[in-house]
């Protein structure tokens, strides 16, 4: 079927976007759907106490930024190892397998340590929660990135696919037979992504051209997979560590109203989020030589990621009295007035998502760092300064200053690069003219 022109352009636009975003969509609707299914459920089990989804999600603002350390830096930078340095796929898996595990037993310790002091869990809880994050979790994210890597992207996103259906399956499977608590469903979790995990690295990979040999990773593994995992644990810093600040000063009940909110106007953010991780691997490349190529083109994805937050801004205002009384149930339907404060966050993740991938292609990971880190340090110096006095309204105002400086921040770092990169290749063309 021949598609109408603008559609076509769309599609195909960004080296073949609009087949991608198809499945990541597929994969961000079903990571919505496991969200929202554990919120809700989890709301009826505990009889909307909103203390106690405020902890579940203040352990996961502990777990989240390790996370990013232990497996999500490590795996992105797997990508880059092929895409960009064409790696050979087994030194990719001993490299980058072994660099989860010891990651993820490193830092299981320290998420365990903070659980105990932080969160109103109980120590089997934190510690079931954690191994089936960083432990577990790890492998797959991992391992998902090595089918990328042998096969394409949307390999990748069915094996991504296939964790969220198994925390879909735990989160209903355990509310429908009456045994929905914390502590079964991270047991459930452990179960559920052991065994999956054990297929991926035994069965899958081995299929596919692997063969998995585990050892000391090299520095090369070690240095680039910390320029992706600091900012990826910085950003996930920033986004979550309101939520354990809320709880570590005491506002649990309102953590878990906060909590509710948020995960509303994550609603918005689901297509930003699409869009955002389907195009991320195309900055990984170097591009063309042109002057002010990848400023261009972060441009004009970010025009269209701003206009698409704006847009479900709008549209979730517009829809909550419709929604409030479906999601928000009991207590948590206080968080009907902080939705709107929280919906200011959008047009924002659609100005700094794209200009921090621009800085990839331009091959300047480390400074990308560097702006992830201080949008992260200004983040959690608000927290300290603001949450204590000003609970919720603190951390809205902590988020959004935080994000803003990001945009900025990463604006002005991608025209300077970009600027300098325009100068040395213009200097390389002449130094070999004059040859």
Known sequence: MRLPAPISKLWHAFDGLGKDTVWTTIEQVAFTVAALGSFMVL??????????????????????????????????????????????????????????????????GVAIALGFYMINLTPLEIVLLVFSELFFNSMLFVGSMLVQAAVDYVAMMKVRIGTILLKIVAVLGLFFVGQLTIRNLAIAYVVLYGLYATWLLTYLLPSIGYR?????????????????????????????????????????????????????????????KIIAQAAFHRFLGEGDESDGYHLRRSASLTAFMFLIGCLAAGAI?????????????????????????????LPLIGLSSTPMNGLLGLGRAPERAIVFTLAAVVAVVLYIALIPGRGWQGAVVATLVSEAYLALASWIALFVYQRHADRQRRGRLE???TA
């Open 43 to 108: 709301q009826r089990a505990y009889d909307q106490d909103t203390a106690v989804y405020g902890s579940f999600l203040g352990m996961y603002g502990i777990i989240g930024p390790l996370g990013a350390i232990t497996f999500a830096g490590p795996g992105l930078a797997l990508i880059q190892e092929r895409l960009r340095y064409s790696a050979d796929l087994d030194s990719l898996a001993r490299n980058f397998v072994s660099m989860a595990l010891m990651s993820g037993v490193a830092l299981s």
């Open 212 to 272: 998995l040999r585990l050892g000391l990773p090299d520095r090369k593994t070690a240095s680039r997979s910390a320029a992706f995992a600091l900012p990826m644990g910085a950003a996930n810093l920033q986004l979550n560590g309101d939520k354990v600040a809320l709880e570590n000063y005491g506002f649990v009940l309102q953590n878990g109203v906060y909590g509710a909110a948020y995960r509303v106007v994550e609603f918005g953010s689901l297509p930003l």
């Open 317 to 345: 205002y517009v829809l909550l009295p419709i929604v409030e009384p479906i999601l928000l149930v009991g207590d948590f339907g206080n968080a009907r007035r902080m939705v709107p404060w929280l919906l200011l966050f």
């Open 431 to 433: 130094a070999s003219v």
